[in-house]
């Protein structure tokens, strides 16, 4: 999976990836994965649609934690594309949106 990852800049479908926005719910919902991008620093972009609402949604995980959220989940360098996770985002201190969990849905 991991070698199928594009830049952020040179991702094939850059224009449809701004349709994702920061900023997720702080609860818990569920979400397909439909993209991911190498951001800039040390963090894959994560892109999600909320399969309830269709809202889209952007999160990063970065490689300090192996990929994976703050408190847990699948290293997500290694997930593929379409699957579907019970997603918890959050803030972190300074009222940024984080990563905290994913669990890997059937």
Request: aromatic residues 14%.
């Amino acid at each position: 999976m991991r070698h199928d990852i594009k830049g952020f800049n040179s991702h094939p479908d850059i224009f449809k990836l701004r349709e994702y926005v920061m900023g997720a719910p702080d609860h818990v919902w569920t979400g397909r994965l439909d993209y991911q991008a190498w951001g800039a620093t040390s963090n894959l972009f994560c892109y999600f649609t909320d399969t309830q609402t269709g809202k889209k949604w952007r999160l990063s995980v970065f490689s300090t934690r192996q990929y994976k959220p703050s408190k847990g989940g699948p290293a997500f360098d290694e997930e593929p594309l379409g699957g579907l996770y019970e997603i918890t985002p959050g803030k972190s201190r300074n009222g940024l949106p984080t990563f905290l969990s994913a669990k890997k849905l059937p």
